[in-house]
């Protein structure tokens, strides 16, 4: 079942893929696919490419707009520290450390209009220091916060740094805070007196501050902070760290923010957008050359393939008319339609060629019907020759001479008279056997005649293959002709359901199953057997819609090779090499043919004997079941 279904695919794969219009179809779509691809490709490149490189420019203008955050928030504490290093109170403060400085200018209130978390100031000689913390959020101060920014910024290295500049800015880690920090230089107004401290200012760096700077989230890190400044991307954005570093140098911090990746995304949905859409176009743009392609070439050809295959099935030449084309297939049309016109100029001359050949071998043909009919005459003509002698003639003459003497016995009298009345009965037996004999030679002499007379009457007028002809009869006369047409004791057997009547031509159905019987004699004769054996059976059969009888003849002759089943039929062709002519069976299937029935004949081999296969039509038509026609029997 499987392997049945695998072949039908295959035949109908291999059909399909032969066909024209399949094989443009796929090229069209395998070049629109590699198009397609091609822009894909280029798509991606261009806007992918395109988006990426934006993306990555943006995110380093975040990067870039960190370190100028970073800055920004130096200059800004600078600012600040610079205002209140350069006055007179607070160097009067880091000299002295009086209390009306304290009460006058580091209230909270006054740290809160700063916007600092701490201030500081430290005497270079540590003799004085004093620190100042306050929560922006919660509005107070907080000693413990105080004291440890003032540990930071008493540090021998911090004071070092404080006295090589006049001012400078860091950042330092406070337990969970980063600060930023601006120390200064405390002097006069003036810029009189010689500076005995620094002031220091410190500003907490929290969420609110990065997304104010930067407009988008951000924290402040304190784990992995030896790793370098990196980019991390993945689907939901590009997550960027920035190293903060203290006054050594050394990172202290990191400050992290995430950029969504929209330049990304929507260079995406750009690109899936310009994507679909040029592969819309594409498909609509194969469909539409496909359609011209089927409308311009494939329909025409399909229609010109029609023309020729009803040409083929017809056998009637006749011009293609389609609408004018000045193109290629155009120029085809006009030459097959020359060529057309041409072929059947050359049928007609070749039919009146064959016409004249025809007449020639009909000749021949007849010629070999009538040798057919007449060689049952000579058989036995030859036989009656041979036997016209009237057995014990000498005897009888003597018999008769005793009798007319009147000097004989009774009792001899009475012998002689017992063996005349014998001779008599046995010469008038023998005179009967003749007469069948000279009936059968006058039937094939007739037949012979009337062969001549029917192929005169041919010349004149159509002949007939409407007659009703009994089957019976007609292989009655077969089986004469067998069993005397070569002297060999021939055994004809003839088995028949009915008695069929045969719708053909009488003289003609006569010569085609003499021919086949001469043809089985001889074949017996071949093998040198000294004698054979014909078989010939009759049956009903139904072909289509139409009653038709099929007759079987087989031989015990020297048969042929199954190889020659093909050229059988072949004028000229000969089984007997150069003893046979090669027409009989030749004119018997064209005649079979011309009549609407069939002939066949099949062997099983070389000495096995061959049989052939009559289908003829019956003088009525019954339809009793559902073949063909009788010939495809």
């Known amino acids: 079942m499987l392997s049945a279904l695998n072949k039908t695919l295959h035949a109908f794969s291999s059909r399909i893929s032969a066909s024209l219009s399949f094989r443009l179809g796929w090229n069209l779509l395998l070049a629109g696919g590699v198009g397609a691809a091609a822009m894909l490709f280029l798509l991606n490149a261009t806007i992918n490419d395109r988006f990426e490189f934006l993306e990555d420019t943006a995110i380093q203008g ?26 007179d109170a607070t160097f009067d403060f880091i000299h002295d450390g009086n209390q009306s400085y304290i009460d006058e200018n580091l209230s909270t209130v006054s740290m809160l209009n700063l916007d600092v978390n701490a201030m500081g100031f430290v005497r270079f000689d540590g003799a004085f220091r004093r620190g100042e913390y306050v929560d ?284 005349l009345q014998t001779a008599i009965s046995h010469a008038s037996g023998s005179m009967t056997d003749k007469k069948v004999l000279l009936r059968e030679a006058i039937r094939s002499l007739n037949g012979a005649v009337e062969t001549i007379e029917t192929v005169q009457s041919a010349d004149n007028q159509k002949q007939s293959y409407s007659e009703t002809c009994d089957l019976s009869s007609l292989v009655g006369n077969a089986a004469t002709l067998a069993r005397h047409v070569a002297g060999l004791p021939i055994e004809v057997e003839f088995a028949s359901d009915e008695r069929f009547q045969i719708a053909g031509n009488r003289v003609l159905l006569a010569q085609i199953l003499e021919n086949i019987v001469t043809n089985a004699v001889e074949s017996i004769s071949a093998t040198e057997r000294g004698s054979g054996r014909i078989d010939i059976a009759a049956s009903r059969i139904v072909v289509g819609t139409e009653a038709c009888v099929r007759v079987d003849i087989t031989d015990s002759g020297n048969g042929f090779d199954a190889d020659l089943t093909s050229r059988i039929f072949e004028r000229g062709f000969s089984t007997r090499g150069k003893t046979g002519r090669g027409l009989g069976l030749h004119w018997c299937a064209n005649t079979v043919n011309a009549m609407g029935g069939n002939f066949t004949i099949n062997s099983p081999g070389p000495g096995a004997g061959a049989t052939v296969t009559l289908v003829l039509r019956t003088a009525t038509h019954n339809a009793e079941s559902g073949q063909t026609s009788p010939r495809a029997a």
Do not use: C
């Not at 975040?62 to 006055?87: F, P, T, Y």
């Not at 911090?158 to 405390?186: H, M």
């Open 62 to 87: 975040h990067i870039d707009r960190s370190g100028s955050m970073l800055e920004s928030m130096k200059a800004q504490v600078q600012a600040k520290s610079m205002d209140w290093a350069v006055w």
């Open 136 to 419: 922006l959020e919660s509005e107070e101060k907080t000693p413990d916060l105080a004291a440890i920014f003032l540990a930071h910024t008493t540090t021998p290295d911090f004071i070092e740094a404080a006295k090589r500049a006049p001012n400078f800015q860091t950042f330092i880690r406070q337990g969970d805070r980063l600060l930023v920090l601006s120390a200064a230089q405390v002097t006069m107004s003036d810029g009189s007196g010689a500076p005995e401290g620094f002031l220091v200012l410190g500003k907490e760096i929290g969420e609110e501050d990065i997304f104010e700077a930067l407009q988008i989230p951000g924290q402040v890190a304190f784990e992995r902070i030896d790793a370098p400044s990196a980019v991390i991307k993945d689907s939901s954005g590009s997550k960027i760290t920035r190293q903060v570093t203290g006054l050594s140098g050394a990172p202290i911090a990191t400050i992290g923010f995430t950029v969504p990746r929209n330049l990304v995304a929507q260079g995406r949905r750009l690109f899936w957008l310009a994507s679909s859409g040029m592969l819309i176009m594409l498909i609509l743009m194969i469909a539409l050359v496909s359609y011209r392609l089927w409308a311009i070439v494939i329909r025409p050809i399909e229609s010109f393939q029609h023309h020729v295959a009803k040409i083929k099935d017809s056998g009637q030449l006749a011009d293609f008319t389609s609408d004018p084309r000045s193109d290629e297939l155009g120029e085809l049309y006009t030459e097959f339609n020359e060529m057309a016109r041409e072929l059947d100029a050359l049928r007609s001359k070749i039919e009146a060629q064959s016409f004249a050949i025809g007449k020639s071998e009909s000749a021949i043909g007849t010629m070999h019907n009538v040798r057919n009919g007449l060689s049952p005459v000579r058989a036995i003509l030859t036989k009656l020759d041979g036997e016209m002698i009237l057995p014990m003639e000498t005897e009888i003459g003597r018999a008769i001479t005793e009798l007319s003497s009147a000097a004989e016995p009774s009792a001899r009298r009475e012998k002689l008279l017992s063996f």
